[in-house]
T-cell receptor, first 115, second 115 residues
Framework: AQSVTQPDIHITVSEGASLELRCNYS??????LFWYVQSPGQGLQLLLKYFSGDTLVQGIKGFEAEFKRSQSSFNLRKPSVHWSDAAEYFC?????????????FGSGTKLNVKP | DTGVSQNPRHKITKRGQNVTFRCDPI?????LYWYRQTLGQGPEFLTY????????KSRLLSDRFSAERPKGSFSTLEIQRTEQGDSAMYLC?????????????FGAGTRLSVL
């Protein structure tokens, strides 16, 4: 069955510190993976995506993610967190076998940034 | 391009009432999705339209829920005989066809509170 797991519900980091948010997926084919960010009261904004090729992908706002097939993981990273990065982050996998008629999201990780 | 628009932003209703939400996708996007997001959870897929055809529907969607996209442009999601468990954020997303069909653009959502 297709699923996405984000093991960390809340993470708190100090401003300027590095960040890594974990994501594990289960999908019976080549995964199409996404990271989204959601600020309070807002919809989701796409940060980055992975389809194929280089396993390290760059996104907006200085984020990057690394695909590791052997670990079924797609972790999101940022070298230096800014206070404006405080938000909720969602990992998702697209149902490529069914022409992306459906997407599966993790339960999210809420990021707090300490001054 | 004004993005995906959802109305109303907030809806408070009494248990047993019917409610209807509207989603206006990005104008050239043929693909449209509805999701439900409860507190502390990620978006949960409800249904998918390609143009006016409803091609995918979650088994979690009870018969009290119905969605339409009559002319392949805007879409409505109706919940009949609302229950307190229907309280959630309802998100709409759209995407183009072709190679970018897996890139979803989200609206800000409609927050439903059932009293």
């Amino acid at each position: 069955a297709q699923s996405v797991t984000q093991p960390d519900i809340h993470i708190t980091v100090s401003e300027g510190a590095s960040l890594e948010l974990r994501c594990n997926y289960s999908y019976g084919a080549t995964p199409y993976l996404f990271w989204y960010v959601q600020s309070p009261g807002q919809g989701l904004q796409l940060l980055l995506k992975y389809f194929s090729g280089d396993t390290l992908v760059q996104g907006i706002k200085g984020f990057e993610a690394e695909f590791k097939r052997s670990q079924s993981s797609f972790n999101l990273r940022k070298p230096s967190v800014h206070w404006s990065d405080a938000a909720e982050y969602f990992c998702a996998v697209g149902d490529q076998k069914n022409n992306f008629n459906k997407f599966y999201f993790g339960s999210g990780t809420k990021l707090n940034v300490k001054p | 391009d004004t993005g995906v628009s959802q109305n109303p932003r907030h809806k408070i209703t009494k248990r047993g009432q019917n409610v209807t939400f509207r989603c206006d996708p990005i104008s050239e996007h043929n693909r449209l999705y509805w999701y439900r997001q409860t507190l502390g959870q990620g978006p949960e897929f409800l249904t998918y339209f390609q143009n006016e055809a409803q091609l995918e529907k979650s088994r979690l969607l009870s018969d009290r829920f119905s969605a339409e996209r009559p002319k392949g442009s805007f879409s409505t999601l109706e919940i009949q005989r609302t229950e307190q468990g229907d309280s959630a954020m309802y998100l709409c997303a759209s995407s183009p066809t072709g190679t970018l069909r897996n890139i979803q653009y989200f609206g800000a959502g409609t927050r439903l509170s059932v009293l």
